[in-house]
């Protein structure tokens, strides 16, 4: 009877965390490779980026700074689409942990130079100057609206005009360059981890059984 109970429960607790991370799926980055220029102080990654589904044809970011030198904030964020959708700025949308902020969200299919060979769909500014500008460890969050946009559109590479997802220009930097362009990885939603955790469930409850 015991042992039942714990099949159950092991069942029970595996299916609820993976329909809650499902419910909560986000596409994360984490900014860790120095593109070109100078490397941020400190160690990587140093900012990530959590994108996920806020409504029906909405889709809310979250750029956290992970900044160590006095004089660096990240100052433009570019992304990829894939399929490319029209989409705007929702206004009054923009949320931030201090005075961060977000000056401007651009979208045109290729439209925006991050460096050489790289072109992005996305392009979005933050202060140059004043206490609006992101660094530290501050967070700013906004909403991006258009016809059936979800998180999966920015899982992607335009591969004929460059090869990442995503970069940051990350200014004020002690180096020669005094700046710096990052690309990221994506780092695993946590459905995709506890799903996986679920198929590892499976043969424990196997085993459990095989004791019974």
């Known amino acids: 009877m015991k042992k039942t109970l714990a099949m159950f429960l092991v069942l029970v607790s595996v299916t609820t ?11 994360i980055y984490a900014y860790n490779s120095v ?28 750029l956290q700074a992970n ?13 990829n689409m894939d399929p490319f959708v029209s989409a705007s700025l929702v206004p009054g949308s923009v949320d931030t942990s201090g005075g961060s ?7 045109s299919l290729n439209g925006f130079n991050a460096i050489s060979g790289e072109k ?17 460890t501050e967070w700013v969050s906004w909403i ?29 930097i002690d180096g020669q360059a005094g700046s710096g362009k990052l ?6 939603e946590p459905a995709t981890i506890l799903l996986f955790a679920a198929g590892l469930g499976v043969p424990m ?5 095989r004791r019974a």
């Open 35 to 62: 593109a070109t220029g100078d490397s941020p102080a400190g160690s990587a990654p140093w900012a990530t980026l959590t994108i996920q589904n806020h409504a029906a044809n909405q889709v809310k970011f979250t």
């Open 17 to 27: 965390l993976a329909f809650t991370a499902q419910s909560n799926a986000a596409v």
């Open 101 to 107: 902020n977000v000056t401007s969200v651009n979208v």
């Open 120 to 136: 992005f769909d996305v392009e979005v500014n933050l202060p140059n100057s004043g206490p609006g500008r992101l660094k530290g």
């Open 205 to 209: 409850v196997s085993r459990l059984r």
């Open 183 to 188: 690309t990221a990885t994506v780092i695993p």
């Open 67 to 79: 900044l160590h030198g006095l004089n660096e904030f990240i100052r433009t964020l570019w992304l």
């Open 144 to 172: 991006l609206q258009g016809t059936g946009l979800t998180e999966n559109h920015f899982l992607a590479t335009s591969y004929d005009q460059g090869l990442f997802h995503t970069m940051i220009h990350v200014q004020g």
